[in-house]
């Protein structure tokens, strides 16, 4: 049974979907942080180019998914070639009814509904998008999660036949991602499995991705094979390849800075190069819902 929290989103606030999917190509023109293998996105815009002027194709064939190789137009190249079915997601560790879980049993299992939530990008831009897909904790509780376990980690697809630019050492392949038990378990944190009202895309982390619209985008890790619940923290890609710039929790924070930008304010996609910044909102606006999952830690340096 999903559960209800508080939203002062409406389809008002969403980004348009021509928007959604130009965002690859409006935010390419200046190089970004590297981070964008993650998030999927880089981080400027380029000077005078038309914020919704662009085609279908255009807008696909300009993106990041570094198991696709590194070049702006790899993904929609080579995602196109990544199997996603079958697809099943092999849940292990600390649960009681271990397996590989079928994309198609899984389905039959959930109720899928519109999440309208705010995106923010630990590169300073932010979006409201419209997700479908289902609560993470429902897929959990179908495995049955163990008393012991107090983390739970995923992994991405990693299928070098089907993703050439894994020959590439850019990360430590496969790409991971993990949470606390008491964040993968809050009725925010959902299992997406489109946008738009429409099934993800294979270069947007196609079939099933994770969404926990508190975190800056890179921990919503895409093509999801793998869950593990464990009693210790496990390790997740970007803090594996750079500690100091980030951390495990990433928590959208307006008062601590990435060591290279400030994360005080945000551009808001769809109001133009020029347009006014507007302040980043602590845990991106979710900050009734989540913020006691930290109750006496330092969120400056847990962050």
Not at 52 to 75: A, H, I, L, M, R
Not at 178 to 192: S, Y
Request: aromatic share 12%; hydrophobic share 40%; with cysteine.
């Amino acid at each position: 049974m999903a559960h209800r929290w508080k939203n002062n989103l409406s389809a008002d606030d969403v980004t348009s979907e021509a928007l959604f999917w130009n965002r690859r190509k409006i935010l390419a023109g200046l190089a970004g942080s590297g981070l964008a293998a993650a998030t999927g996105q880089s981080v400027q815009a380029a000077e005078g180019e038309a914020l919704t002027s662009n085609t279908w194709e255009d807008v696909t064939s300009y993106c990041n998914f570094y198991e696709f190789g590194t070049g702006k137009s790899d993904p929609s190249l080579f995602a196109r070639k990544m199997t996603t079915s079958p697809w099943s997601v092999e849940i292990d560790g600390l649960v009681e009814r271990p397996g590989a879980y079928s994309f198609d049993d899984i389905m039959s299992e959930m109720t899928i509904e519109e999440r309208i939530y705010r995106f923010r990008c630990v590169e300073a831009w932010s979006m409201v998008v419209p997700w479908n897909g289902f609560e993470l904790a429902d897929l959990l509780n179908l495995a049955g999660v163990q008393d012991g376990a107090k983390y739970v980690s995923f992994e991405t697809l990693y299928r070098p036949n089907e993703m050439p630019g894994t020959v590439y050492p850019v990360l430590d392949w496969p790409y991971r991602e993990g949470l606390r038990l008491d964040e993968a378990m809050h009725p925010l944190t959902m299992m997406a499995t489109g946008i738009f009202g429409k099934p993800l895309p294979n270069q947007n982390g196609a079939p099933l991705r994770l969404v926990v619209p508190w975190k800056y985008g890179f921990k919503s890790i895409k093509s999801i094979v793998k869950i593990t619940l464990t009693d210790t923290q496990p390790e997740t890609s970007w803090n594996m390849a750079n500690a100091r710039e980030y951390g495990f929790y990433s928590n959208v924070n307006p008062n601590v800075d990435h060591p290279r930008w400030s994360q005080a304010s945000e551009r808001v996609l769809g109001g133009g190069l020029f347009a006014k910044r507007q302040d980043t909102l602590m845990f991106n606006g979710y900050e009734e819902e989540v913020a006691h999952l930290y109750d006496g830690m330092d969120l400056a340096k847990f962050n």
